[in-house]
C-alpha cells in the first residue's frame, strides 16, 4: 500500500463502531423528544413555554444567539486562516466548515420555533419592513446558510471523486453517490482553476457576510431602547463573543473526531497549541468587549440599568453572569496563557468551558433585559417578574442541540473531515504516487 | 406512679386537644369573617355635559385600605320615605365606578329642592352589606372668556338652579386642562362676589395644541352642590411647536416610507452577494461539464 493510499485509508469515511451507533441514537432520542414537545406547544400555544408579556423572548432565542454566534467559526478559521495565509489551519478546516453550517441552519429552525404561529413564516416576507434588523435577519440568514454550503461543498469536490474511486469496488452504492456530487471531478487544469477561484471569492465574501449576520443579530437587541441592550458597543461585542463561541466548538469537535477517528498523526499537538493560541487571542479581545460593556454603565447608567447591572452582578442572575465570565472567559484565559494548557486535553477541557460559557452568555444577555420592561406594565403576576424555562423549552432547545449535533455525526460519518487531496498535496504524495506508477 | 403517668397523659392529651380546636376555631373564624365595605359617593355636573355619580368602594383589610372590585351597586332616588331604583352599576378592579345621571331619570327633590341619592350594596360571601347617600342642590356656572384692555379673563357666574338665585361667597377653580394633573391659573382661592361673579386674568403664554386651551371652572365639592364644571375653549394660548422628531425618524415609520439610502444600500448588498452566488453556482455547473 502506497503513502497516498494510505492517507486515503486513514481519511476516508468509517462506519460507526458500537459507540458510534449509541451517540447517534442518543441524538435521536433527545430529537424525537423535542419534536413531541414542539407538537405540543404548536397544538397548545405558547403557553407551555414559561415565556410570558415580560419574558417575550426566552431560551429559544438565546439559543438562536448562541447557534448564530458558533456559526461564525467558518469565517474565523477558514476565511481568516486563508487570507492570512496560516497553513496550519488545513487538518481543522473543514469541521470548521460542517460547525458553521449545522450551526446557521439551526439558527434558522430555531427562530421558527419561537414563532408563535410557524404557519405565518411567510408573513416575515410578505410584510417585511427593510427597516427592521429582523428583515434583515431574515435575509442574511438563508444567505448564510447558501454560503456556508458553498463554503464546504467546493472544497469537498477533489476528496468526493477520491472516494468514489475509493469505494468503487468494495461500496458500489456510495461510490455512485460520491461520483454523482464530485460533479465529475477529474482534477483537470480548468476545474482546478474555477475551483481555486470560487474558493477565493467565498473566503473573502464569508468574512463581511459572517460580519454582518453577527452585527444584525446584535442590531436585533442594540436598536431597541431597552437596559442592556441599547448600547453602540453592541456589534463589536457580538462578532468578538462569535469568535470566541466558534473557536471553543471547533476545539471541541475537533479533539473528539480526532480521538474517535484515531487522527493524532493529522491533528497534532501543534494544531492545538495553535487554536488555543488563537482562542486566546480571541478571549482577551472579547474580555476587552465585556468590560467596555458593563464598566461604562457603572459611571454613568441611569437607575434602570443600575437595577438591571446589580440583577447580574449581585441578584437573581448573579451565578449565571459569573459562571460565564469566570468559567467561560477568565480560567480559560489563565490555562491557555501556559504551554502545558495549550495541549489537547487541557484544551478540550477549555473548548467545553467556553462552550458552556458562552451558552449561558447568551441567555443572561437576553433574559434579564426583558425582565425590566421599558414601559413597565402595572398589577401583573410576580411570576412575570422572574423567568425560567419550562420542560417542553428545556426538551426543545435540547432537540435543537441534538439536532446540530446529529448534523456534524453525520457529516462526520459520511465526508472525509480532514482534506484528503490538500493533505497529499502538502505531503507531496501526489507527486510520488504518480512517479511510482509511471 | 401509675397514676400519675395517666394523668400526665391525660393532660397532655387535653392540651393537644384543646390547643388543636383553638387552631380550628381560628380558621373558621377567619373564613366566617365577613370584611366591612365602606361606599363613597360624589355628584359631579359638567355644563352641557353629563351628570354622574363616581362611586368608589373600599374595605380593611388585614389594616390595609383596599378597593374593593367586582361588586353589584344599586343607586336609588330617595323621595321623602320612598326610594326610586334608577340602576345598577359594578365597581372595576379599582373599586371604582361612574354612574350617569340620565335626564330620562327625571329624578326627583325634596321641598328645599334637595336632590338625595342613595347607593346601596347587598353584600356577598366575603363583605357585609352597605349603603350610603349623598345630597345635592343644583347649582350651574355660567363661564365667558372677555377682553379688556389687551388682556384675557375669565369670567364665571355660580347661580343655583331651582331658584335662580346668584351664589355669593363660593370658591371656585380655574385650571387648565392637561393630559395629567390640571394647570391652575389665577388666585388659589377664587370667591364670587356679590353677583355671584369672579373674574381672572389669563395669563400669557400657556401652551396649548394650536394655542387653543381648554378652560375648566370647577366648583369643587361643595358640601350643597357637589362639583359642578364647566368648559370653555379659549383660542388665547401659546400654540405648542411639537420638537417631536419621531415622524421624522423613517427607520420607525412604514415601509413605504423607507429611506431610500436604505433601499439602494441593502438591495446593492443582497444583488452583489445574490450575484456572486449565482456566479457560483454555475462554477459547479461548469466544473460538472470541464
Known amino acids: ?438 | 406512679m401509675k397514676n400519675r403517668s395517666t394523668s400526665g397523659s391525660a393532660f397532655l392529651a387535653w392540651t393537644i386537644g384543646f390547643l388543636f380546636c383553638l387552631g380550628l376555631s381560628n380558621i373558621y373564624a377567619q373564613n366566617d369573617e365577613k370584611y366591612r365595605v365602606r361606599l363613597r359617593a360624589d355628584y359631579v355636573k359638567i355644563m352641557e355635559g353629563d351628570a354622574y355619580l363616581n362611586i368608589k368602594a373600599t374595605a380593611k383589610i388585614e389594616d390595609e385600605t383596599l378597593p374593593v372590585p367586582n361588586i353589584d351597586i344599586a343607586v336609588y332616588n330617595e323621595v321623602e320615605d320612598e326610594e326610586i331604583i334608577l340602576g345598577n352599576t359594578k365597581t372595576n378592579m379599582k373599586g371604582e365606578s361612574r354612574f350617569v345621571l340620565n335626564k330620562s331619570m327625571d329624578l326627583k327633590s325634596d321641598s328645599t329642592n334637595t336632590y338625595n341619592l342613595g347607593i346601596s350594596f347587598n353584600g356577598n360571601d366575603s363583605f357585609r352589606k352597605a349603603s350610603k347617600s349623598t345630597s345635592f342642590k343644583n347649582a350651574h356656572i355660567v363661564a365667558n372668556l372677555i377682553a379688556k384692555d389687551s388682556i384675557n379673563y375669565l369670567t364665571a357666574t355660580l347661580r343655583e338652579t331651582a331658584t335662580d338665585s346668584l351664589l355669593a361667597g363660593e370658591s371656585l377653580i380655574i385650571q387648565v386642562q392637561r393630559l395629567f394633573n390640571p394647570l391652575k391659573i389665577g388666585e388659589e382661592f377664587n370667591f364670587t362676589d356679590e353677583n355671584g361673579t369672579i373674574l381672572v386674568p389669563i395669563e400669557e403664554g400657556i401652551p396649548g395644541v394650536d394655542g387653543n386651551l381648554i378652560i375648566e371652572v370647577v366648583l369643587d365639592d361643595s358640601d350643597d352642590y357637589g362639583t359642578v364644571i364647566s368648559i370653555v375653549n379659549a383660542p388665547v394660548g401659546t400654540p405648542i411647536v411639537e420638537e417631536i422628531t419621531f415622524d421624522q425618524r423613517k427607520m420607525w415609520s412604514a415601509r413605504n416610507k423607507t429611506p431610500i439610502f436604505l433601499l439602494v444600500f441593502i438591495n446593492l448588498i443582497i444583488a452583489v452577494i445574490y450575484g456572486l452566488f449565482i456566479y457560483l453556482i454555475s462554477n459547479l455547473f461548469r466544473i460538472s461539464k470541464n
Open chain 1, 1 to 438: 500500500m502506497t503513502k497516498y493510499e494510505s492517507l486515503i485509508n486513514d481519511l476516508a469515511p468509517r462506519k460507526f463502531g458500537k459507540r458510534g451507533t449509541i451517540w447517534t441514537l442518543i441524538l435521536v432520542v433527545f430529537i424525537i423528544l423535542g419534536l413531541i414537545a414542539y407538537i405540543d406547544q404548536v397544538n397548545k400555544g405558547q403557553v407551555v413555554t414559561n415565556m410570558r408579556d415580560y419574558a417575550l423572548w426566552g431560551i429559544y432565542i438565546s439559543n438562536f444567539v448562541f447557534f448564530v454566534a458558533t456559526s461564525f467559526v467558518g469565517s474565523a478559521t477558514v476565511a481568516v486562516l486563508r487570507l492570512t495565509n496560516n497553513s496550519w489551519r488545513t487538518p481543522v478546516v473543514r469541521i470548521a466548515e460542517i460547525i458553521s453550517l449545522a450551526s446557521i441552519v439551526m439558527a434558522g429552525f430555531t427562530i421558527m420555533i419561537d414563532m408563535g404561529r410557524p404557519d405565518r413564516l411567510l408573513n416575515l416576507f410578505i410584510y417585511a419592513r427593510l427597516q427592521s434588523p429582523i428583515t434583515w435577519d431574515v435575509i442574511i440568514i438563508p444567505t448564510s446558510i447558501i454560503l456556508s454550503f458553498l463554503l464546504l461543498y467546493f472544497p469537498l469536490l477533489p476528496d468526493l471523486a477520491i472516494l468514489k474511486k475509493h469505494h468503487l469496488k468494495t461500496k458500489p452504492t456510495f461510490s455512485k453517490w460520491y461520483g454523482k456530487l464530485s460533479l465529475n471531478w477529474t482534477g483537470s487544469k480548468v476545474q482546478k482553476a474555477i475551483q481555486s477561484k470560487s474558493i477565493k471569492i467565498i473566503a473573502i465574501m464569508v468574512i463581511p457576510v459572517g460580519i454582518l449576520l453577527q452585527t444584525i443579530d446584535a442590531w436585533l437587541f442594540s436598536t431597541t431602547y431597552r437596559i442592556g441592550w441599547d448600547s453602540t458597543n453592541m456589534g463589536a461585542y457580538f462578532t468578538s463573543g462569535a469568535f470566541v463561541a466558534g473557536l471553543g466548538a471547533l476545539i471541541t469537535v475537533v479533539y473528539i473526531i480526532r480521538k474517535v477517528r484515531r487522527l493524532e498523526h493529522y491533528i497534532t499537538d501543534y494544531h492545538f497549541d495553535k487554536l488555543a493560541q488563537y482562542l486566546l487571542l480571541t478571549c482577551l479581545v472579547y474580555v476587552y468587549f465585556n468590560i467596555n460593556e458593563y464598566l461604562i454603565p457603572i459611571f454613568n447608567a441611569p437607575v434602570e440599568e443600575d437595577i438591571h447591572l446589580n440583577a447580574l452582578v449581585y441578584g437573581e442572575y448573579a451565578t449565571i453572569f459569573w459562571f460565564s465570565q469566570i468559567v467561560g472567559l477568565i480560567l480559560p484565559i489563565l490555562i491557555l496563557l501556559f504551554k502545558n494548557g495549550r495541549k489537547p486535553l487541557p484544551v478540550f477541557i477549555v473548548g467545553i468551558m467556553v462552550v458552556l460559557g458562552s451558552w449561558w452568555k447568551r441567555y443572561i444577555i437576553v433574559t434579564p433585559t426583558l425582565l425590566h420592561p421599558f414601559l413597565p406594565i402595572e398589577g401583573v403576576p410576580e411570576s412575570w417578574h422572574h423567568y425560567f424555562p419550562s420542560i417542553h423549552e428545556w426538551l426543545i432547545t435540547g432537540a435543537t442541540l441534538a439536532m446540530a449535533l446529529l448534523i456534524i455525526t453525520l457529516f462526520v460519518r459520511f465526508l472525509p473531515v480532514i482534506p484528503i487531496q490538500r493533505i497529499a498535496e502538502e505531503k507531496g504524495l501526489l507527486k510520488t504516487d504518480k512517479k511510482a506508477e509511471s
